[in-house]
């Protein structure tokens, strides 16, 4: 079952092209990592499935959605989460987890219940009152992920999730985003970190607006005759032009 589908999708602001033609498929319960280097246009192309902009040309749709159509349906069908913002610093632990659960639309007599239970899935029953400001920077991500998924989305969207995260929480991080894969979520996850590229079940390399790559880890390293991910990276971005989105 395809989540995401682009077929020749385009942005441009004025004469500058973003996003140019791209097309790809994303099936259900798939981790697929969107990459590419600071201008390539992934964050323009994110916007546009997550029903924030407009495409210019082309087609796409999300969770069934056109999103030329319908973006206020897809983004009930969604959840996001980024490096930047996720949650509000000032609101305590449950406080966060009420709230975001409303934005989302999970029922009244049902936010009680998810709260809990989210709580003691991840062991921060200690935590509940406690300001999400003072949590550690590795709790505060895994909780703005699990929030992001407290609605059972059909696609969860995740730019550069882990930023400034230290390996092991990165690691652990993983470990929720297989546990929702697993469940059936869609996974669309953009990274600077390539070990993590290495976690996905297929990664898009974007470059000067164009995928420039799409395919396995495994077989992009064969076809690029890298050892790792970082080596395929490197080639693909030394072809960039563009220096920012």
């Known amino acids: ?25 994303v099936e259900k319960g798939e981790i697929f990592g969107f990459l590419g280097a ?72 049902q936010i009680s219940i998810k709260t809990t239970e989210l709580l003691q899935r ?48 990165r690691r652990q991080f993983w470990e929720l985003i297989y546990e929702a894969a697993a469940d059936g979520i869609t996974i669309f996850v953009t990274t600077h970190y390539m070990d993590e590229a290495e976690y996905c079940n297929r990664i898009s390399i974007m470059v000067d607006g164009k995928i420039e790559a799409l395919d396995t880890p495994k077989n992009l390293k064969q076809e690029f005759n890298a050892s790792n991910m970082d080596e395929v990276f490197q080639q693909l971005a030394r072809k960039a032009t563009r220096k920012s989105d």
């Open 38 to 109: 600071n201008g390539a246009g992934k964050t323009t192309a994110m916007r546009m499935f997550c029903g924030l902009s407009k495409p210019t040309s082309g087609e796409g749709s999300v969770a069934g959605f056109d999103i030329k159509k319908h973006p206020e349906d897809i983004k009930k069908n969604i959840g996001y989460m980024s490096q930047k913002f996720s949650l509000y610093n000032d609101l305590k632990v449950w406080e966060n987890i009420r709230l975001f659960a409303g934005i989302y639309g999970v029922s009244e007599n």
């Open 1 to 25: 079952m395809k989540v995401i589908e682009a077929k020749n999708l385009v942005k441009r602001f004025g004469t500058f092209t973003a996003v140019d033609h791209i097309s790809f498929e």
């Open 122 to 169: 991840l062991n921060f029953e200690q935590e509940r009152e406690t300001l999400v400001k003072d949590l550690p920077l590795g709790w505060k991500q895994k909780l703005s992920f699990s929030v992001s998924i407290l609605h059972h989305p059909k696609v969860v969207f995740l730019d550069e999730p882990t930023g400034g995260v230290d390996p092991v929480t």
